[in-house]
């Protein structure tokens, strides 16, 4: 017959804290991705459960445990509708663990919601990936495994601890070993599409919203360098190309999706673009580092070939990555800044180009006959029109007013004249349009934060852009209307140019929002200097890179994995051991420890020998039980080390009572 263990043994108080310390500390930080009613939820049921631990509460009955069940699917399932796959999974998970907070009733559950927590932890790094929230999770798996060691062993907490400590550091240099080792293997299986949003570019924008993305400090991208550096009015990180235009909102032509729709499928792919390039002129190679954004595009400056097959090149000159940025991912690029790409335009390009929304913005188009009386050159056209920015008053601001109405580009133009650089670009775009110019507004982002040690640059939000490119001679050429009103934007942030009240009103917890500040400034470049090199050396570490390491060390891939893992083996054995000598000695080296342990020898020559891990109370308590003579000498004893190992009691003095105590023993 089957026997269920007593559920005040099994979960004990010590077990019970462990289990929420590690519990918490592993949803606590995850509140961008867990639902407030789930992470409420988790909070209100763990003080459920100290409150049925001191009898205050009566742990619930079966149908209620079964109705909560219930309500979580049905919630669970409106997440999956509203949220996607992923987090309706996830979130699935963390309402799991916490309601098996409520049914503890064996040591084998107890293991089981602990290797569930682990699981947890795993599943964690889908969503960070960065080292201070690697080096916390460790935190919480010791902490977790610690709550492991506690359900078998119900010794003092720093007997625990140390053994849990113990067993990570073991754990370490294996983790190590296979990682720098083992090949990495491809996923089984794709991450399911995201749909929760992410701060970042749209393909969809409207003037306001570049405005309203550069108040965050989140970090968009980093590229780093093999050589020198662009110069920094050569900064343009182009991301999206937009050649619709509603009167209000640019988009992302359909053309350009049908592309990427044909791309997606292997019987309707055309070649490569980036084959069909005669690309020429000095090259200079770089990386880009870019952030989860759980959307298709990157960011690369004008004319960069993509070095992985993995990464696309569009007609309109952006990159395309064939999977969705669900983590951080490293792209190779190598940059041709002297090459035409394209030297024709098509018909359709060309009516795209020129499309208008009909019968708005008359006062523009009266504008654009007048400077086209003027100027019938398309180029000399093009630099009137910057002209007109320049000598007519206006602002450059992250505060613009709020333009309503269908005739917004007038109302930019000829009223408030006060705007950021999607302002900017799209009333250019529409103006060299109305004057039959092609002309398309790109998004991205300008310039860059440099880092001399690593030779990287670092993006923020704050840096998003919008620029114009306009057809001439033949090629698309860039023209930055906002540099008419704000030249110094070309080589400076937009912190540096604008008012301190417009540009400090961003996340108050990031760095990045006080590099105005000296000594903030130099320790946000050293985190991010750290957080640079772990993304490139652990996050975007490869089979590739593998290979590297292995040739550089060995000079064959094959007996240099072999010796490898032949050495990384013995090598970790000796750790692992090492680890248990310096513990075994550290004991022998104890005075106080010592002491007690001759007492149990003199324990020994009456036939009581102490038990593998039998603590001094446990000991004691046996003792007490057969009768013993030894008995009242022993409770003396281990009352005089515990009062000095936990207590605070001074050691010499415990240990000269303890020797005088023990010589009584015979």
């Known amino acids: 017959m089957k026997t269920t263990e007593n559920l005040s043994v099994t979960l004990g108080q010590q077990t019970l804290n462990w289990l929420s310390l590690s519990y918490l500390l592993m949803v606590l930080p ?27 509460l009566k742990p619930p009955a079966a149908l209620f445990k079964n109705l909560l069940a219930l309500l979580g699917m049905g919630f669970i399932a409106y997440l999956w509708r509203g949220e996607g796959f992923l987090p ?21 559950h107890l293991s089981l919601h602990v290797l569930s927590l682990y ?32 359900i078998y062993q119900t010794n003092s907490y720093r007997a625990q601890w140390q053994l849990g400590l113990r067993l990570l550091l073991q754990s370490l240099p294996l983790m190590a070993l296979l990682f720098l080792l083992i090949p990495h293997a491809g996923p089984l299986w794709r991450l399911p599409d ?19 993305l ?19 009015t050569e900064r343009y990180w182009r991301a999206l190309v937009h050649e619709e235009f509603d009167g209000k909102t640019w988009r992302v032509h359909p053309v350009q999706q049908q592309w990427q729709q044909r791309q997606a499928n292997p019987f309707t792919a055309s070649s490569p673009l980036k084959n069909r ?14 952030e989860p954004t759980q959307q298709h595009w990157l960011y690369s400056l004008d004319f960069s070939r993509p070095e992985s097959e993995e990464v696309l090149l569009t007609p309109a000159m952006t990159l395309y990555a064939a999977k969705p940025l669900q983590q951080k991912q490293l792209v190779p690029l190598t940059y041709f800044p002297q090459t035409a790409a394209q030297t024709a335009l098509t018909n359709q390009q060309r009516q795209i180009n ?6 708005l913005n008359p006062q523009t188009h009266l504008l654009a006959t007048e400077l086209r009386l003027q100027h019938s050159d398309d180029r000399e056209f093009a630099q009137a029109a910057m002209q007109y920015f320049a000598g007519h008053g206006f602002s450059y601001t992250l505060e613009p007013p709020l333009l309503q109405g269908n005739d917004q580009i007038d109302d930019f133009l000829f009223g408030s004249r006060r705007g950021f650089c999607a302002h900017f670009a799209s009333s250019f775009t529409f103006l060299l349009r109305a004057a039959g110019i092609p002309a398309r507004m790109v998004t991205g982002y300008l310039g860059g934060e440099y880092h001399a040690q690593g030779n990287y640059l670092s993006l923020y939000q704050f840096d998003a852009h919008a620029w114009t490119e306009v057809w001439l001679d033949n090629h698309w050429q860039r023209f930055d209307p906002t540099l008419m009103v704000a030249p110094e934007r070309a080589s400076r942030s937009i912190d540096e140019i604008l008012p301190a009240g417009e540009t400090r009103l961003r996340d108050p917890f990031s760095l990045a929002s006080y590099r105005h500040l000296l000594l903030i400034a130099e320790l946000h470049a050293f985190l991010a ?5 772990w993304t490139s050396w652990v996050l975007n570490y490869n089979n590739q890179s593998q290979e590297k390491l292995l040739q550089a060390l060995f000079g064959s891939r094959l007996w240099g994995r072999v010796f490898a893992m032949t050495g990384g083996m013995i090598m970790v054995i000796g750790l692992a051991l090492g680890i248990n000598w310096l513990a075994r000695n550290r004991a022998k080296t104890d005075p106080l420890l010592q002491a007690y342990l001759q007492a149990c020898r003199r324990l020994e020559k009456q036939g009581i020998n102490r038990e593998p891990g039998e603590t001094p109370s446990a000991l004691l308590q046996r003792l007490q039980q057969a009768g013993h003579p030894a008995g009242d000498i022993m409770q003396q004893i281990t009352e005089t080390y515990l009062a000095a190992r936990y207590a605070g009691a001074a050691v010499s003095t415990a240990r000269r009572k303890i020797r005088e105590l023990s010589r009584q023993l015979r």
């Open 30 to 56: 995850l509140y961008g991705e867990l639902h407030p009613a789930i992470y409420g939820c988790a909070l209100l049921i763990i003080g459920w459960r100290y409150a049925i631990a001191r009898n205050r």
């Open 88 to 108: 309706a999974m996830f979130n699935l998970l963390v309402l799991g663990c916490t309601l098996k907070f409520l049914e503890f009733t064996s040591r084998r």
């Open 119 to 150: 699981f947890l932890t795993a599943l964690a790094f889908i969503y960070h990936q960065g080292l201070a929230f690697t080096l916390y999770l460790l935190l919480v798996a010791a902490i977790n495994g610690i709550a492991l060691v506690s």
């Open 194 to 212: 995201i749909k929760s949003a992410t701060t970042g570019l749209n393909d969809e924008v409207t003037p306001g919203d570049i405005a309203r």
């Open 214 to 232: 550069s108040r965050s400090s989140a970090l968009a991208f980093r590229a780093s360098f093999d050589g020198k550096l662009p110069a920094p």
């Open 277 to 290: 390039i005669n690309w020429t002129g000095p090259a200079t190679t770089y990386r880009i580092i870019a």
């Open 354 to 359: 020129l499309q208008l929304p009909a019968s």
């Open 529 to 533: 200097d750290i957080d640079y090199r």
